[in-house]
C-alpha cells in the first residue's frame, strides 16, 4: 500500500520536520515508489539534520547509483562504513557498485564480509548468485537460502531469494526446480500491483547501457 505509506511519511515530516528519521524513512517510501530524484532530497534533509545518520547516508547512496551518479554512491555509501564499518546493508551496496563496474572478484569479497557480519542477510544471496555462475560447490550459500526460505521474509525478500535459487538451479542443470522457482516468485511479484512502466523499464536499460 505504497501511496497510502507515502501520505503517512510525509504527514509525519510535517508534524515535526527537524526530526531526520522521518526524512529518512520518507526517503526510502519515494525510492520504492520510484520518485527518486524527491527521495535523494528526503535523505539530504535528513543528513543536514543528522550528519552521522547511517541510513540516510545509504539511502542516498541508493538514489545516486539510481541516477547513474557512480562515484558520488560511492563515496556516500563509504561514509556510511566509516559510520558503521560492519553494517550489512553498507558492505552490500558497495559490492553493488563495484558490480556496475565490472569489478566481480571486488563485489564477492564485500559479499562475503556481509555474510560475516550477519549470515541471515537475505539480500546478500541473491546478489552473490545474481553476479557469478553457481556450481554445486555452493553447499554453504544453498543451505543459507533454504534455511532463510523456511523462515517468514518480507516479501521482496521472498521474491528475491527465489529468483536467486531460481539461478542457482538453472546454473547447475536442475531445471525443472529453476522453473518452479521462478513461478513462485513472479506469483509472489503479483502482490505488489504494479502495472508494467515501459518508461522506467527504458531508463533501468539505458542505465545498464
Known amino acids: 500500500q505504497r501511496s497510502e505509506a507515502l501520505g503517512v511519511h510525509q504527514r509525519a515530516v510535517e508534524l515535526d520536520p ?7 524513512n520518507l526517503g526510502y517510501v519515494l525510492l520504492d515508489c520510484r520518485k527518486t530524484d524527491e527521495a535523494a532530497r528526503s535523505f539530504r534533509s535528513a543528513l543536514q539534520l543528522q550528519q552521522q545518520h547511517v ?6 547512496a541508493t538514489a545516486q547509483r539510481i541516477q547513474g551518479a557512480i562515484a558520488e554512491a560511492e563515496t556516500s555509501c563509504r561514509v556510511a562504513l566509516t559510520l558503521a564499518p560492519r553494517k550489512p546493508d553498507a ?3 558497495l559490492g553493488e557498485l563495484h558490480a556496475d563496474r565490472g569489478q566481480f572478484a571486488q563485489a564477492q569479497e564485500l559479499f562475503t564480509q556481509a555474510l560475516a557480519a550477519d ?9 552473490i548468485a545474481s553476479h ?13 537460502v533454504e534455511a532463510l526460505l523456511q523462515e517468514r521474509q518480507p516479501l521482496d525478500y521472498e521474491i528475491n531469494l527465489r529468483y536467486a535459487l531460481g539461478k542457482y538451479c538453472d546454473d547447475v542443470g536442475e ?14 511479484r503479483k502482490r505488489y500491483g504494479r502495472s508494467y512502466d515501459p518508461s522506467h523499464l527504458t531508463a533501468q536499460i539505458a542505465r545498464i547501457i
Open 91 to 93: 558492505l552490500l551496496l
Open 132 to 144: 557469478k555462475r553457481m556450481t554445486r560447490d555452493d553447499v554453504t550459500w544453498l543451505r543459507g
Open 55 to 60: 541510513a540516510a547516508h545509504l539511502g542516498l
Open 175 to 188: 531445471y525443472d526446480q529453476a522453473f518452479a522457482n521462478h513461478r513462485t516468485a513472479n506469483e509472489l
Open 18 to 24: 527537524a526530526r531526520a528519521d522521518s526524512h529518512c
Open 119 to 127: 549470515s541471515k542477510c537475505a539480500p546478500v544471496y541473491s546478489s
